[in-house]
């Protein structure tokens, strides 16, 4: 069969930049289409095209008529799921194609995509259950029992199969499909440092349950993690790429397990450098675990601080606390490993909340804070918790720099101090 994948466009919107021409909180969302890539390559047996529509925004009518697929895909986050819905329009006033989504809001909120342009909505990691549709209709078979894969039909919620994710649903012994976007490529950079970045899954999922995470709807809950081969052979892949990011939750959850991937890394000796995902507590519990990455190549690290005190902590339900961020900072530092710390300010924060985070990032020399607005998103279990607070349910501002339910402080204050803070933060960083 012809199947085309398609990355949507770059699509949030900005509060700050439409309402007070603040214009530096946008997020830009930059990098391979790993999860295509993953998809494509359990299908190889099958004409496959990825199509990068934030490399080319316009290029989707031309490139259905050129290819004329059989089944178009599509993923994003939730605050691509509106662009999803208009791409999957356009699709089908153009073509024949059956139209499938998926990605981390069609797995949290599959009833948004119950519309007439959707044809099937895949829940969960689709790697597996992805080849399994397409072999379904390419053979005439029943695609309602299909776990994890919801045939939109009548009525307007989505009704399907759970699927048990497990490790075969990890398909370890296919690579992804980087080969197809080759033409892309030079796009795929590291602005800061103007290097060209790879995307490799080392693992899915996280053990942990913080109340804003959308995570946990990939796997269901499950931490699984692909063989030490599965990961070198795929960091190969990418020979002339120098900067890996490791495109987990959390790449560290199994000690052991990320213990004895380093130390594969280190004897590989690729000469890479990796930027990966990591909770401040396995730090401390682990900072040898950390001094052996640094050795493999370890450059930076993303860490969830959060918050800066053990109530907002607590609340967010992160298990974590003030003592040990500061202390994994103080290791990290001391290693030699660049902290991407991220923070989230609360539409609830006044000025002195604000004043309180500026001292902190700044007496704690967090290398490149990252801050984003406390947003629920659908599917977890914060949003179950705010949802009669919303003020904006348009999927579009849910970038997670916009506030989506009222703030205390004036609109354009709160935003002007963001927008400081970021400022502050960012001058000087680097990685
Ligand atoms: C994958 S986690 C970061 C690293 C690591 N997993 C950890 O917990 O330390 C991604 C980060 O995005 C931010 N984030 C995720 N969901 C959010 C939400 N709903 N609202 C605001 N920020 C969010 C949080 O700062 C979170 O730490
Ligand atoms: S924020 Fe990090 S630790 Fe918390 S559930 Fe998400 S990935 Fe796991």
Redesign the pocket.
Same mark, same amino acid.
């Given at each position: 069969m012809k199947i085309l994948l398609v990355n949507p466009p770059n699509s949030g919107r900005s509060i700050p930049e439409e309402e007070y021409g603040i214009d530096s909180i946008k997020s830009i969302f930059r990098g391979e289409p790993l999860a295509l890539e993953v998809l494509a390559g359990n299908l190889r047996d099958h004409e496959v095209m990825i199509l990068d529509l934030k490399v080319e925004p316009d290029a989707l009518v031309a490139s259905l008529a050129a290819f004329a697929p059989d089944i178009v895909g599509l993923t994003g986050m939730t605050c691509e799921a509106n662009a999803m819905v208009a791409q999957a329009k356009v699709i089908k006033a153009n073509c024949q194609a059956l139209v499938v989504v998926g990605g981390i809001h069609a797995s949290n909120d599959p009833d948004f995509f119950h519309q007439p342009a959707i044809d099937y909505i895949a829940i969960g990691l689709g790697k597996a259950s992805l080849r399994q549709l397409v072999l379904a209709l390419e053979q005439g078979g029943d695609t309602s029992i299909i776990p994890g894969i919801c045939k939109v039909g009548s009525g307007s919620t989505a009704n399907y199969t759970p699927r048990q994710f497990s490790m075969a649903d990890l398909v370890d012994d296919v690579p992804p499909a980087y080969e197809l976007v080759q033409r892309y490529r030079q796009h795929y950079i590291l602005t800061s440092l103007q290097l060209d970045m790879g995307f490799v899954a080392t693992a899915f999922g996280?053990p942990?349950r913080?109340h $804003?995470?959308?995570?946990k709807g990939l796997t269901d809950g499950r931490y699984l993690a692909h063989s030490i081969a599965t990961v070198l052979r795929d960091i190969s892949l990418l020979p002339d790429v120098p900067i890996i990011r490791l495109l987990d939750?959390?790449t560290f959850a199994n000690v052991e397990h990320a213990t004895k991937l380093a130390t594969a890394l280190k004897e590989a000796n690729l000469g890479k450098q990796f930027l990966a995902? =990591?909770?401040?507590d396995t730090v401390v519990k682990h900072p040898e675990l950390m001094t052996l990455w640094k050795e493999a190549g370890l450059r930076a690290v993303? =860490?969830? $601080?959060?918050e800066i005190d053990d109530s907002s902590l607590s609340a967010m339900n992160?298990a974590n606390s003030v003592a040990v961020n500061s202390e994994a900072i103080t290791i990290l530092h001391d290693i030699g490993i660049t902290i991407i710390g991220?923070?989230?300010i609360s539409p609830s924060y006044n000025h002195s909340d604000f004043d309180r985070l500026e001292r902190y990032i700044t007496e704690h020399q967090v290398d490149l804070p990252?801050i984003?607005?406390? &947003?629920?998103?659908p599917g &977890?279990p914060?949003f179950d918790d705010m949802q009669a607070e919303i003020s904006i349910d348009d999927l579009d501002y849910y970038t997670?720099t916009n506030a989506v339910t009222p703030t205390v402080m004036a609109g354009k204050e709160f935003y002007q101090r963001y927008a400081a803070l970021l400022k502050m933060s960012h001058s000087g960083a680097s990685l």
């Open positions: 996280c942990f913080c $804003f995470c959308c995570i939750a959390n995902d =990591v909770r401040s993303i =860490v969830g $601080f959060e992160k991220d923070f989230i990252m984003t607005v406390l &947003t629920p998103l &977890t914060l997670l």
